[in-house]
């Protein structure tokens, strides 16, 4: 390809609306423009690396026994009633009316759709397993699109549905998958880890997300050097311990605290530190309110809290609503003669001896507080985030944590969908059965966008090699010299020749500029045309990631640069 034929409208400065890495260099580079607030037009050179994307995912899904397909976009709402999600899937859900005033949404995903149509096409076990996947656009009405490619209204998926017989077929499908993901993201050349991840809305009961890190990334993993233990920290087990668990319990009692409302207040006016201290906060789930009481240093985990109580919507009361509900302001609830509403104990906040709350008096705490002697639960559980320095549920190492960003999820959905929309098969003993089913998605833009989360630095995109839009650029410093420019050409046929891709810079531009948008489109290799390939017939190969630059004798170009390339610079 040459430079001056492709549609790269590239740009100088930073676009004002992009507030993270991959959406300001892929404005910039010319890889995508907006549209309209989180939709988006992919240019050529994203068009590109979207298809070496999707190529590899079609290549690993296949070989796991994928076949592809593709399902409607428009879904109709009689589907979505009958799984039961219409109404509960929330304001994402794009819906849209027909002229005849029918519903319908845009797909953000298609359990319904592959649920109706295997429920009406398979009827025996002798059809099973049955694993189809398609590659499409995907519609989530963001409240607030931001980030570009990652959190943007259509986006392009990769969603496969695994339909079998029993348990035991399900976890032969699932693992599948899991190892064709695992594939797909080695592949594409990025550092990522699978965690366990919570199944929220989509329901099911076991699932894990594949995790490109990157320090900007929304997701935070825990895991563990000493084994392959790796959790989203939503979902990450609290392994506790007492800190003091030899100390005796003293007897309780109330002291003066004025205008102390805080753990640091409270730990820095009685000397104690903010383990000591148990905090109080109210919640209303689904209108009603709980109290969760997890150690001062710690933060109640929302989703784990959620899952428990088994609620649509949970929300933290205002504090307002507190002291109307408990008669006492946020800063001097405690769990001790708390009345009114029930009590949901971390398991570490209750190993605490003589630890600290507010007394549900103003200004006023109690100290030497000890469960289960001064005070009751209503359930004791796993309310807290996890983080680095705990230990490690497997193997009791320390954790460590990372960001990351979410690329793809593999979940167990079991029979809710069958269910719900009574997706049957008979059996060998002529006995109808619930199809088991599992979905597992992959972002496809979004792995782009991570792609470059992960690798950039201050002059652009560094491109893992096996989704670069092209491997090598060849950059004639000038235009006008007709022996640099037939050196360049005669390499741009040979590279081509060899089936490496290959872009050549022939715009009238100087050579700084050409060099520059190299480096912000970035090519992991450069080839240099200049006067020493004229004088002295060599050229500079340079690798973007490292810097590194080699002189190599005309004759040796192609030798070298399929060198690296399988090196996988
Ligand atoms: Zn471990």
């Known amino acids: ?117 295997v429920k009406k096409e398979v009827s025996s076990y002798k059809q099973l397993p049955l694993l189809l996947y398609q590659i499409q656009n995907k519609y989530r009405d963001e409240r607030r699109p931001r980030f570009g490619l990652m959190r943007s209204r259509e986006f ?61 990334g929304e997701a935070e993993i825990v895991y563990c050097e000493s084994c392959d233990y790796a959790a989203n920290v939503e979902r990450a087990e609290a392994v506790n311990a007492g800190i003091n668990p030899d100390a005796n319990p003293e007897k309780m009692s109330k002291v003066a605290t004025p205008n102390i409302k805080t753990i640091q207040e409270i730990s820095d006016f009685l000397q104690v530190s903010p383990e000591q201290c148990l905090k109080t906060l109210v919640y209303l789930a689904d209108g009603k309110p709980v109290a969760v009481v997890v150690r001062g240093d710690r933060e109640v985990n929302e989703i784990k809290l959620k899952n428990k109580l088994d609620c649509l919507e949970l929300e933290l009361a205002r504090d307002d609503a507190v002291l109307e509900l408990s008669g006492v302001p946020v800063g001097s609830l405690g769990p001790v003669g708390l009345k009114g509403i029930p009590v949901y104990l971390d398991e570490e906040a209750s190993l605490v001896v003589n630890g600290v709350t507010g007394a549900n008096e103003v200004d006023h705490h109690l100290i030497n507080v000890n469960y289960p002697r001064d005070y009751q639960a209503q359930l004791i559980g796993d309310f807290r985030l996890v983080g680095a320095g705990d230990k490690c549920p ?56 991570a792609a470059v989360e992960q690798n950039y630095d201050e002059n652009g995109i560094i ?85 590194t630059e080699m002189t190599v004798p005309l004759e040796q170009v192609e030798q070298e640069v399929m060198t690296l390339i399988e090196r996988g610079k």
């Open 156 to 216: 392009i998926m990769k969603d496969l549905y695994s339909f079998d017989r029993d348990e035991e077929g399900l976890d032969i499908s699932y693992q599948k998958m899991f190892d064709a993901y695992t594939n797909v993201f080695k592949r594409c050349g990025l550092k990522f880890r699978p965690v366990e991840a919570d199944s929220g809305a989509i329901g099911g009961n076991r699932s894990h997300e594949f995790v490109v890190l990157a320090g900007s």
């Open 1 to 117: 390809m040459l430079a001056s034929k492709i549609f790269t409208p590239t740009l100088r400065d930073v676009p004002a609306e992009a507030e993270i890495v991959s959406h300001q260099l892929l404005l910039r580079a010319g890889f995508m423009r907006k549209s309209t607030a989180g939709v988006y037009t992919i240019l050529p050179m994203g068009h590109r690396v979207i298809n070496k994307i999707i190529k590899i995912v079609e290549e690993e899904m296949n070989k796991a026994d994928g076949q592809e397909l593709y399902l409607p976009i428009i879904q109709p709402a009689e589907l979505w009633l009958e799984s039961g999600r219409w109404h509960v899937y929330g304001p994402e859900l794009f819906k849209l009316k027909d002229r005849h005033n029918r519903d319908f949404c845009l797909g953000p995903t298609h359990e319904e759709i592959i649920t109706d149509l």
């Open 463 to 547: 491109w893992p090699l096996a989704i670069a839009p092209f491997q090598v650029a060849i950059v004639p410093v000038s235009n006008k010299d007709e022996a640099q420019m037939k050196a360049a050409f005669s390499i741009y046929r040979e590279l081509l020749k060899r089936g490496i891709e290959v872009i050549l810079d022939d715009r009238d531009e100087r050579a700084g500029v050409k060099f520059a948008d190299a480096d912000l489109i970035g090519y992991p290799l450069r080839i240099t045309v200049g006067k020493k390939t004229v004088k002295e017939g060599t050229v500079d190969i340079r690798v973007r990631r490292d810097g």
């Open 394 to 449: 497997v193997c009791q190492a320390e954790l460590s944590s990372a960001r990351g960003i979410e690329v793809g999820q593999v979940f167990k959905l079991g029979t809710k969908y069958s269910e719900a929309m009574d997706a049957t098969f008979v059996d060998e003993h002529g006995q109808r059965q619930y199809m088991v089913m599992g979905c597992y998605g992959i972002g496809i833009t979004r792995t782009m966008a």
